[in-house]
């Protein structure tokens, strides 16, 4: 299913209303798990002042901004347990690793130790998958809903794909699920392979 979601018809839905649809959705989950996939290794975040920070070679700074949130990412991850929920991720790395990747890894890094699930796969893992092409980046709320996230050419987002149908939904889980059992906690990847891994410059 991985594969073929992007030949699938759904909902076409601009950036405003992929956000308001996936607010909506994720703050009455209950009892349920969020799944993603991330493939894409190059995207852009103008948004994020840690992002912009790192890009132009501010590391310290960069990484002093995603310190900050981490009282408010416990926070958020002690009420998703609260209601018996989880987020999932698997983030795919290829080697050599972008500057969006480094940044990327910090973050995730600081997100699992607050609480959200996230291991590593290198590519190979999706090989069954890639004979064509990459397959997409993919978000699942619980049993109502599967996203697939689209990005302009410069790697910003600007809006998804929904599907609803629950074959679509189940067939992308289970594909998902298995990437993610034999995937590497990314404290482990990232103890390993980040020392010594060069930062941005100032551009």
């Given at each position: 299913m991985l594969n073929s979601v992007s030949s699938l018809p759904g909902d076409h839905l601009g950036l405003s209303e992929y956000d308001d649809d996936f607010g909506d959705r994720f703050r009455s989950l209950r009892n349920a798990?969020?799944?993603?996939?991330?493939?894409?290794?190059?995207?852009?975040?103008?948004?994020s002042e840690s992002w912009m920070?790192?890009?132009q070679g501010r590391r310290e700074e960069s990484l002093r901004l995603?310190?900050?949130?981490?009282?408010a990412l416990r926070k958020l991850f002690e009420g998703l347990a609260q209601v018996e929920c989880r987020v999932r991720r698997v983030r795919?790395?290829?080697k050599p690793i972008s500057t969006y990747l480094l940044w990327e890894l910090h973050s995730a890094r600081i997100?699992?130790?607050?609480?959200e699930d996230i291991r590593v796969i290198t590519p190979e893992a999706l090989?069954?998958?890639?004979?064509e092409s990459?397959?997409?980046?993919?978000v699942i709320l619980g049993d109502e809903v599967t996203y697939r996230i689209?990005?302009?050419?410069?790697?910003?987002?600007e809006g998804a794909v929904r599907y609803t149908d629950p074959a679509v939904l189940e067939q992308c889980r289970a594909e998902i699920t298995a990437l993610h059992e034999q995937a590497e906690p990314v404290e482990d990847y990232f103890v390993r392979e980040m020392d010594g891994v060069e930062t941005p410059r100032a551009r």
């Open positions: 798990d969020v799944w993603k996939l991330e493939r894409q290794q190059e995207f852009h975040e103008p948004e920070a790192f890009l995603m310190e900050a949130d981490r009282p795919v790395v290829e997100r699992a130790q607050c609480g090989s069954a998958f890639e004979q990459p397959v997409p980046e993919i689209l990005y302009d050419a410069q790697g910003e987002a």
